[in-house]
């Protein structure tokens, strides 16, 4: 089978950037492993994502927005950080910014959900997008001339350009012998909805505890109860995350109160919990020869800055700007150029704040006497210092 463009992934970049291609003339295969079922209607998976102002817009123009129902999407009017046990905070105001919050948040689930029904409407009007379901991609080959891949029931397709969407731990990547620099944090992230007694006030939490890192993502009411209603992010030793799971939800209800010092009252799980190996992924190439990477498989971020997807909606962007114009002037898509010019700027855009990401990891999770006072100390001098807040509500904007 021909076609211009091969896609391996239909995960929310996958998918997003299938879209974004979809109606200029370019025949696109999307490859997914997953059933059409799991695509079509993807099961909660315990993420809400933090969405910048940016990204938020980028979905507009993809048609994604009108998918998801107006109650699934919630404000993230502030932020706070907090460290240890103290009762100081360092609050970023949307003040610091041009909006009226920093951003949105929604649940991955409805994201991905929201990617395939716009990749739907897109390819009833223009019939350029053929998703291939249950597929897996075994083999990727590419020259000068032409690249292709191999699926996992023999099936080869040649194609001008292949894009790896297909996660952190991308094995398309590495077929096309692209190292990485890879970190494994030793740690799990569990992530689960709860609703509690104090109200969040649109406010979302970084607290650097001792011993383990916690998150609150404000999310609207529970629409059973009407309790106010939070994503709970807990980051601690994998090993302790593996004893966390095996908690019955009563008792993982009290201990996560206890986590969080009483401050939201009573805490109950109203969802089931999911736990994440936390890998950070920085490729040494972003692009090959007739090859090129997205989302995770471009950059794969530690959550704690929340970038992940929106990084994947930037490198989408810039990915599918260079292909259209090439595409426009009648010039090749897979040309080496227009590949090194997407590499150059998504790295610029990205490095900065993933480097940046692993000093904040670092830093924060130390707890040696000096370590404590140096948390301490950054934090104070950091909440004085509007520059930085400001560059900090930037980032959460993405303007
Ligand atoms: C706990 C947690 C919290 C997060 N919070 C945020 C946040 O607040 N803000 C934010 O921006 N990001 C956040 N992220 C990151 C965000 O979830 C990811 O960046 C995003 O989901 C990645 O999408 P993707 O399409 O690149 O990859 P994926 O969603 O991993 O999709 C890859 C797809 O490729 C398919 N695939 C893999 N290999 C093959 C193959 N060989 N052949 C065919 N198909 C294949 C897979 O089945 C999958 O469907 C968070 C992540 C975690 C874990």
């Given at each position: 089978?021909?076609?211009?463009?091969?896609?391996?992934?239909?995960?929310?970049?996958?998918?997003?950037?299938?879209?974004?291609?979809?109606?200029?003339?370019?025949?696109?295969?999307?490859?997914?492993?997953?059933?059409?079922?799991?695509?079509?209607?993807?099961?909660?998976?315990?993420?809400?994502?933090?969405?910048?102002?940016?990204?938020?817009?980028?979905?507009?123009?993809?048609?994604?927005?009108?998918?998801?129902?107006?109650?699934?999407?919630?404000?993230?009017?502030?932020?706070?950080?907090?460290?240890?046990?103290?009762?100081?905070?360092?609050?970023?105001?949307?003040?610091?910014?041009?909006?009226?919050?920093?951003?949105?948040?929604?649940?991955?689930?409805?994201?991905?959900?929201?990617?395939?029904?716009?990749?739907?409407?897109?390819?009833?009007?223009?019939?350029?997008?053929?998703?291939i379901p249950g597929?897996?991609?075994?083999?990727?080959?590419?020259?000068?001339?032409?690249?292709?891949?191999?699926?996992?029931?023999?099936?080869?397709?040649?194609?001008?350009?292949?894009?790896?969407?297909?996660?952190?731990?991308?094995?398309?990547?590495?077929?096309?012998?692209?190292?990485t620099d890879m970190?494994?944090?030793?740690?799990?992230?569990?992530?689960?909805?709860?609703?509690?007694?104090?109200?969040?006030?649109?406010?979302?939490?970084?607290?650097?505890?001792?011993?383990?890192?916690?998150?609150?993502?404000?999310?609207?009411?529970?629409?059973?109860?009407?309790?106010?209603?939070?994503?709970?992010?807990?980051?601690?030793?994998?090993?302790?995350?593996?004893?966390?799971?095996?908690?019955?939800?009563?008792?993982?209800?009290?201990?996560?109160?206890?986590?969080?010092?009483?401050?939201?009252?009573?805490?109950?799980?109203?969802?089931?919990?999911?736990?994440?190996?936390?890998?950070?992924?920085?490729?040494?190439?972003?692009?090959?020869?007739?090859?090129?990477?997205?989302?995770?498989?471009?950059?794969?971020?530690?959550?704690?800055?929340?970038?992940?997807?929106n990084f994947g909606?930037?490198?989408?962007?810039?990915?599918?700007?260079?292909?259209?114009?090439?595409?426009?002037?009648?010039?090749?898509?897979?040309?080496?150029?227009?590949?090194?010019?997407?590499?150059?700027?998504?790295?610029?855009?990205?490095?900065?704040?993933?480097?940046?990401?692993?000093?904040?990891?670092?830093?924060?999770?130390?707890?040696?006497?000096?370590?404590?006072?140096?948390?301490?100390?950054?934090?104070?001098?950091?909440?004085?210092?509007?520059?930085?807040?400001?560059?900090?509500?930037?980032?959460?904007?993405?303007?």
């Amino acid at each position: 089978m021909d076609t211009d463009i091969v896609i391996v992934g239909a995960g929310p970049s996958g998918l997003c950037l299938a879209r974004s291609l979809s109606g200029q003339g370019i025949k696109i295969a999307v490859i997914e492993q997953q059933s059409i079922d799991a695509i079509s209607n993807p099961a909660f998976d315990g993420r809400e994502i933090a969405l910048t102002q940016h990204s938020a817009s980028v979905m507009k123009e993809l048609g994604l927005w009108q998918f998801i129902e107006p109650q699934a999407i919630s404000q993230l009017r502030d932020a706070k950080i907090l460290d240890g046990r103290s009762q100081f905070e360092m609050l970023i105001p949307h003040q610091l910014s041009q909006y009226q919050e920093l951003g949105w948040l929604i649940s991955n689930h409805l994201i991905r959900k929201s990617a395939y029904d716009a990749v739907q409407e897109a390819n009833k009007l223009n019939h350029d997008i053929t998703l291939i379901p249950g597929r897996k991609v075994v083999k990727v080959n590419a020259s000068q001339k032409i690249a292709g891949v191999v699926l996992d029931d023999q099936t080869e397709m040649s194609a001008k350009l292949v894009v790896a969407a297909d996660n952190r731990f991308s094995t398309t990547r590495r077929m096309m012998g692209i190292a990485t620099d890879m970190h494994d944090f030793g740690r799990n992230m569990l992530v689960c909805c709860m609703t509690h007694d104090v109200p969040h006030e649109h406010i979302a939490w970084e607290w650097f505890d001792y011993g383990q890192t916690l998150a609150l993502l404000p999310m609207n009411p529970d629409p059973e109860t009407g309790r106010h209603r939070s994503s709970v992010v807990i980051t601690v030793a994998s090993d302790e995350a593996e004893e966390l799971m095996k908690l019955s939800s009563a008792e993982f209800s009290r201990d996560v109160k206890e986590r969080f010092g009483n401050r939201l009252g009573e805490m109950d799980l109203v969802s089931t919990i999911h736990s994440y190996p936390l890998v950070s992924v920085y490729p040494k190439r972003l692009v090959s020869t007739r090859f090129a990477t997205v989302g995770d498989a471009a950059v794969g971020m530690h959550p704690v800055t929340a970038h992940g997807f929106n990084f994947g909606l930037l490198g989408v962007q810039k990915l599918s700007k260079e292909i259209l114009s090439a595409h426009r002037i009648g010039k090749d898509i897979g040309d080496p150029a227009l590949l090194l010019r997407y590499e150059r700027t998504h790295r610029l855009k990205t490095k900065p704040l993933f480097l940046m990401t692993r000093l904040i990891t670092e830093i924060y999770t130390k707890e040696s006497p000096p370590a404590k006072l140096l948390r301490k100390v950054l934090l104070h001098l950091s909440a004085k210092l509007t520059p930085f807040k400001r560059s900090i509500a930037t980032s959460l904007t993405g303007h």
